[in-house]
């Protein structure tokens, strides 16, 4: 009950923008979207209920150095989970990414979200213990005994719950714990000082195009041709830079709609400029008959993605037809995209391959380390605008920045209404344009090579470490058992 309200807590404010989503853009009354709101976000705190749940069940004993590594174990046991593979997915608050401007970053690109997220839940487990076995007032005794005030006195201390007392000067355990804290922040400081990658070329001009289209005012066919005006405009007003980005289905028509009437002219010139356009634009193949949220590269280089990792309940409809029912039931139309193959070849610009994301696939550590040590830098282009002036938009910022961390890669992101921005190698945001307002944002990127531990090993070797962990927990904790 406890894990469940705290992740009312935690979802109903950290993901209250689906209210938004629903109600300002998807269509939805207030009542609807209120309803739904709350579903989704008493669905995610059942995971938060299950570690508690687990926590309790899977101790055997109630042991000190079980208790302490088994609820942060657990806690990432229960986020890998939600974040790979419920409904595709759904990696948002994940505790690591609470870490970005700490000593504990230095392990993002050893570890990943998941290493870092455990050592971040590791030190709240550990600061409990310590907090559980000293009591306030033996440290004020300890203060006053140091300088000299009442030396006579002797404190003692709870070595560990259920553990009795032992005499303060052998105390021992609460000293350990907080040494192991003060090592692995250390070490996580110290960390943060390498540098896994290397530049391997000259800097490279780029300019994203953040046009701020309002989301209602989108998809109308009546704005279709001003907004592809206002995109080449703006793209002509840099041709200076060696690379244009638009946003996430910054063309709202299919590409064979535009394809010989606008997109190739612009592609003819981009060429004589020597600049190399990267445009988002839907898809449509008609035999099948599919759907595809794509980017596409224009001038020199030519080429096109298409999105493998699709958002639920937004490209397309987990549990139908149930789903699809109910958001018809009450008027929320949602989009019918159909993933690209997982082995499409890298995209480049500039004069380097990059790894794209488009939008929600920014959150998932694997998919930015497909194609490493190929890719030089990292382009991710998404469209925020469906959540207004939320929280939304910032975090999701700060998720893509630790995919810049975890493959030590310059990380170019255009959106519709911001956060428009460029992140350095460090997970810094090096300029940033304001939140809904029509800008170019222009900076400057440096090609990188080589390959962090985290490019090199992914998550799993961090999840079977852990998973071996817990089994020699379960495994000892069973021996110490009385009886």
Same mark, same amino acid.
């Given at each position: 009950?406890?894990?469940?309200?705290?992740?009312?807590?935690?979802?109903?404010?950290?993901?209250?923008?689906?209210?938004? &989503?629903?109600?300002?853009?998807?269509?939805? =009354?207030?009542?609807?979207?209120?309803? %739904?709101?709350?579903?989704?976000?008493?669905?995610?705190?059942?995971?938060?209920?299950?570690?508690?749940?687990?926590?309790?069940?899977?101790?055997?004993?109630?042991?000190?150095?079980?208790?302490?590594?088994?609820?942060?174990?657990?806690?990432?046991?229960?986020?890998?989970?939600? =974040?790979?593979?419920?409904?595709?997915?759904?990696?948002?608050?994940?505790?690591?990414?609470?870490?970005?401007?700490?000593?504990?970053?230095?392990?993002?690109?050893?570890?990943?979200?998941?290493?870092?997220?455990?050592?971040?839940?590791?030190?709240?487990?550990?600061?409990?213990? /310590?907090?559980?076995?000293?009591?306030?007032?033996?440290?004020?005794?300890?203060?006053?005994?140091?300088?000299?005030?009442?030396? *006579? /006195?002797?404190?003692?201390?709870?070595?560990?719950?259920?553990?009795?007392?032992?005499?303060?000067?052998?105390?021992?355990?609460?000293?350990?714990?907080?040494?192991?804290? /003060?090592?692995?922040?250390?070490?996580?400081?110290?960390?943060?000082?390498?540098?896994?990658?290397?530049?391997?070329?000259?800097?490279?001009?780029? &300019?994203?195009?953040?046009?701020?289209?309002?989301?209602?005012?989108?998809?109308?066919?009546? *704005?279709?041709?001003?907004?592809?005006?206002?995109?080449?405009?703006?793209?002509?007003?840099?041709?200076? &830079?060696?690379?244009?980005?638009?946003?996430?289905?910054?063309?709202?028509?299919?590409?064979?709609?535009?394809?010989?009437?606008?997109?190739?002219?612009?592609?003819?010139?981009?060429?004589?400029?020597?600049?190399?356009?990267?445009?988002?634009?839907?898809?449509?193949?008609? &035999?099948?008959?599919?759907?595809?949220?794509?980017?596409?590269?224009?001038?020199?280089?030519?080429?096109?993605?298409?999105?493998?990792? %699709?958002?639920?309940?937004?490209? !397309?409809?987990?549990?139908?037809?149930?789903?699809?029912?109910?958001?018809?039931?009450?008027?929320?139309?949602? =989009? *019918?995209?159909?993933? =690209?193959?997982?082995?499409?070849?890298?995209?480049?610009?500039?004069?380097?391959?990059?790894?794209?994301?488009?939008?929600?696939?920014?959150?998932?550590?694997?998919?930015?380390?497909?194609?490493?040590?190929?890719?030089?830098?990292?382009?991710?282009?998404?469209?925020?605008?469906?959540?207004? *002036?939320?929280?939304?938009?910032?975090?999701?910022?700060?998720?893509?920045?630790?995919?810049?961390?975890?493959?030590?890669?310059?990380? %170019?992101?255009?959106?519709?209404?911001?956060?428009?921005?460029?992140?350095?190698?460090?997970?810094?945001?090096?300029?940033?344009?304001?939140?809904?307002?029509?800008?170019?944002?222009?900076?400057?990127?440096?090609?990188?090579?080589?390959?962090?531990? !985290?490019?090199?090993?992914?998550?799993?070797? /961090?999840?079977?470490?852990?998973?071996?962990?817990?089994?020699?927990?379960?495994?000892?904790?069973?021996?110490?058992?009385?009886?």
């Amino acid at each position: 009950m406890r894990g469940y309200l705290f992740g009312l807590g935690a979802f109903g404010s950290g993901v209250s923008w689906v209210y938004i &989503s629903m109600h300002d853009f998807g269509g939805a =009354g207030m009542l609807e979207a209120s309803l %739904l709101t709350g579903l989704f976000s008493g669905f995610w705190a059942i995971f938060p209920a299950l570690v508690g749940y687990l926590s309790v069940k899977i101790n055997p004993v109630n042991k000190a150095a079980v208790r302490i590594l088994l609820m942060p174990l657990i806690w990432i046991f229960v986020e890998y989970l939600r =974040g790979y593979w419920v409904f595709n997915g759904f990696p948002w608050l994940h505790i690591a990414y609470s870490q970005l401007e700490t000593p504990l970053a230095g392990y993002i690109p050893v570890l990943g979200v998941y290493g870092t997220g455990f050592i971040a839940a590791l030190t709240a487990s550990i600061t409990v213990e /310590v907090f559980c076995v000293i009591k306030w007032s033996d440290i004020l005794l300890l203060l006053n005994a140091s300088r000299g005030v009442g030396v *006579n /006195v002797k404190p003692v201390f709870p070595l560990s719950l259920g553990d009795g007392f032992i005499d303060a000067g052998r105390l021992k355990s609460p000293l350990q714990l907080i040494m192991v804290l /003060v090592a692995l922040w250390g070490m996580g400081g110290l960390l943060r000082n390498i540098s896994w990658t290397y530049e391997i070329g000259h800097p490279i001009r780029v &300019s994203m195009i953040q046009g701020n289209i309002a989301q209602d005012q989108k998809w109308r066919p009546e *704005n279709k041709i001003n907004t592809l005006l206002k995109y080449k405009r703006m793209t002509e007003e840099h041709w200076d &830079s060696n690379i244009v980005i638009w946003p996430e289905t910054a063309i709202p028509a299919y590409l064979e709609q535009v394809k010989d009437a606008f997109l190739t002219p612009l592609s003819n010139d981009a060429k004589l400029h020597n600049t190399d356009l990267i445009i988002s634009v839907p898809v449509q193949e008609t &035999s099948p008959k599919k759907n595809f949220n794509a980017v596409i590269t224009l001038g020199n280089e030519e080429g096109i993605y298409r999105k493998t990792h %699709l958002l639920p309940f937004g490209e !397309y409809l987990p549990l139908q037809p149930l789903s699809g029912f109910v958001l018809n039931k009450i008027n929320i139309r949602l =989009g *019918n995209f159909t993933p =690209g193959a997982l082995n499409q070849p890298l995209l480049k610009a500039g004069g380097y391959p990059f790894i794209t994301l488009i939008c929600y696939e920014d959150v998932f550590g694997d998919l930015s380390i497909r194609g490493l040590p190929d890719a030089a830098y990292l382009v991710n282009v998404t469209n925020d605008g469906w959540f207004g *002036n939320s929280i939304e938009p910032h975090q999701h910022m700060q998720m893509a920045r630790m995919r810049a961390m975890e493959t030590g890669r310059f990380l %170019l992101r255009a959106t519709n209404t911001g956060m428009t921005g460029i992140v350095s190698p460090k997970g810094e945001i090096i300029n940033q344009a304001p939140l809904f307002q029509e800008t170019a944002l222009t900076g400057t990127i440096i090609p990188m090579g080589g390959m962090t531990p !985290y490019a090199k090993w992914g998550d799993k070797p /961090v999840i079977w470490a852990m998973v071996i962990l817990l089994l020699g927990l379960m495994g000892w904790g069973k021996r110490c058992r009385p009886g």
